[in-house]
């Protein structure tokens, strides 16, 4: 039974509604601060928490729950008689449920304001009864969620005991909640880009998907609590519910568009680009992406980096597409492009600012900071040097390259791709994949270095004109020789880009 709740809650959703059943199930209510003066100001009989502990708040409220009268209240064992006997003795009444959620440190950790301000909104008092309570959850009920308020409402109504299994989970929710918060706090202070000795993640629930990768896999969307993203902030304007697929694809095809100050189209299927184009305008990116890979493009994604006007969205209704993402669409492109309901169409808020990669293996996780760097330095290694239009060729192709899955080579012209050799588990067989469907290419990137004079070999046969790559193998003499004798200009950069 129910005899003393403890309030304590920044967000006052539904409280009163909470409050009402247990001040009609005649249970004695205590509560804090301004938790204390809604809940009196709105009729509900309290007792403010300093008459319990007689100690008054103090440090601009930093404490007042941190009290042995209450977490004597909240941790005592009911069947315990040594514990029950003590706490009669010291005159303590047990609390038989508690109240409480956190001050919004998720949100207040991605706002514009100093450092000082953030510290401030890292909440003691309230983690610690939580934890209390969740730790004695057989004889105390805690509740951190305002959703668990109305299913705790009905059993009192009801008279109904909260059962086992109900306490349990509502305990198990406070540690996740609590998980989350502190690594929140530790990621904050400890910076994103550190690797601590325990690595900890903050992540809520967004949605749940309808299936995984494959439809008998399960899936949800966690976005991280504190700070922002790209994935973290989307608006989806039209279609279907986004799927497990969508997502990543949606990342990488926006992650392509944002590495380009021009104006950039990237069509991506199945996680891989198969067609990037800059040009003057998002119809024209668009017309040249197809292009790239007509075939491939079919069931894919396409993302912009500029607002997509009704032109553009004439032009991309004509294919089935599953998601078009892009940071704004005007007014009539967005009543042509809803007139496919399925349709995904994401306007996406945020460029994309990646700081750590991570990857489940079983038993672990490997982490590691983004590929955000495209050269050490254009270092020319052949007797001919690249054309100034080469050049930004061969820096386009290579920005491209970052994106696609090693063994990865892409060819390109005037700021298109032409092709893309993806995923391969040998260089000169993604360069074939490449360089047939790109027979008018011009230059070349490759992900890694070439182990052989074999594809500046096979790219002679294409005409190819410029190639861009890491350099660094110990047959680096082949390719350059290999150049020299076709008369192709080579770069090195220093900087590998494999993509697992």
């Given at each position: 039974?129910?005899?003393?709740?403890?309030?304590?809650?920044?967000?006052?959703?539904?409280?009163?509604?909470?409050?009402?059943?247990?001040?009609?199930?005649?249970?004695?209510?205590?509560?804090?601060?301004g938790t204390f003066k809604y809940l009196k100001e709105n009729g509900i009989k309290v007792v403010e928490i300093s008459d319990v502990t007689g100690f008054e708040e103090i440090l601009d409220g930093r404490v007042k729950t941190l009290h042995p009268v209450i977490h004597s209240g909240i941790l005592a064992i009911r069947d315990n008689k040594e514990h029950m006997a003590t706490i009669k003795a010291k005159g303590i009444k047990p609390i038989d449920m508690v109240v409480v959620n956190l001050y919004p440190f998720f949100d207040k950790v991605c706002e514009d304001i100093s450092f000082e301000e953030k510290v401030e909104f890292i909440d003691i008092g309230g983690p610690t009864m939580l934890r209390a309570a969740a730790k004695n959850f057989k004889?105390?009920?805690?509740?951190?969620?305002?959703?668990?308020?109305?299913?705790?409402?009905?059993?009192?109504?009801?008279?109904?005991?909260?059962?086992?299994?109900?306490?349990?989970?509502?305990?198990?929710?406070?540690?996740?909640?609590?998980?989350?918060?502190?690594?929140?706090?530790?990621?904050?202070?400890?910076?994103?880009?550190?690797?601590?000795?325990?690595?900890?993640?903050?992540?809520?629930?967004?949605?749940?998907?309808?299936?995984?990768?494959?439809?008998?896999?399960s899936a949800a969307y966690y976005v991280k609590t504190a700070g922002n993203g790209a994935m973290k902030n989307f608006e989806q304007l039209n279609g279907k519910e986004l799927s497990y697929n969508n997502i990543k694809d949606m990342d990488i095809a926006w992650k392509v568009v944002c590495d380009f100050d021009e104006i950039t189209c990237c069509a991506l299927k199945h996680n891989t680009p198969c067609g990037v184009a800059i040009g003057s305008s998002t119809l024209e990116t668009y017309k040249k992406a197809y292009e790239c890979d007509p075939m491939s493009i079919f069931g894919g994604i396409v993302a912009f980096n500029r607002k997509v006007d009704k032109e553009t969205a004439l032009e991309l209704k004509k294919i089935f597409l599953e998601v078009i993402i892009a940071p704004d669409f005007d007014e009539d492109a967005l009543e042509v492009l809803k007139g496919k309901k399925n349709l995904r169409v994401v306007k996406c808020l945020n460029k994309s600012e990646g700081t750590i990669n991570m990857v489940t293996v079983d038993g672990g996780i490997l982490v590691q900071s983004s590929d955000d760097k495209l050269a050490e330095e254009i270092k020319v290694v052949t007797k001919k040097s690249p054309t100034q239009a080469e050049?930004?060729?061969?820096?386009?192709?290579?920005?491209?390259?970052?994106?696609?899955?090693?063994?990865?080579?892409?060819?390109?012209?005037?700021?298109?791709?032409?092709?893309?050799?993806?995923?391969?588990?040998?260089?000169?067989?993604?360069?074939?994949?490449?360089?047939?469907?790109?027979?008018?290419?011009?230059?070349?990137?490759?992900?890694?270095?070439?182990?052989?004079?074999?594809?500046?070999?096979?790219?002679?046969?294409?005409?190819?004109?410029?190639?861009?790559?890491?350099?660094?193998?110990?047959?680096?003499?082949?390719?350059?020789?290999?150049?020299?004798?076709?008369?192709?200009?080579?770069?090195?950069?220093?900087?590998?880009?494999?993509?697992?």
């Open positions: 039974m129910i005899k003393t709740a403890l309030i304590s809650v920044f967000d006052k959703e539904n409280i009163l509604g909470l409050a009402t059943s247990l001040q009609n199930s005649g249970v004695e209510i205590i509560s804090t601060g004889d105390v009920i805690v509740l951190s969620d305002v959703s668990d308020y109305e299913n705790i409402i009905k059993k009192m109504d009801a008279k109904e005991e909260v059962d086992f299994d109900t306490r349990k989970h509502l305990a198990g929710k406070v540690f996740n909640l609590v998980s989350a918060y502190d690594a929140a706090i530790s990621n904050f202070l400890l910076g994103e880009e550190s690797y601590p000795d325990y690595l900890s993640i903050s992540y809520k629930k967004q949605m749940d998907l309808r299936y995984g990768e494959n439809p008998h896999q050049v930004k060729d061969l820096i386009f192709a290579m920005k491209v390259v970052k994106y696609v899955k090693s063994n990865a080579i892409v060819v390109v012209k005037d700021g298109v791709t032409k092709g893309i050799g993806v995923g391969q588990v040998n260089r000169i067989w993604a360069a074939e994949h490449a360089l047939e469907r790109g027979v008018d290419a011009t230059v070349m990137a490759s992900d890694a270095f070439f182990p052989f004079g074999d594809v500046v070999e096979l790219a002679a046969k294409y005409n190819i004109k410029a190639i861009i790559q890491p350099g660094g193998s110990i047959k680096d003499v082949q390719s350059i020789e290999m150049c020299d004798k076709n008369e192709i200009a080579m770069v090195f950069t220093g900087i590998r880009h494999f993509k697992h």
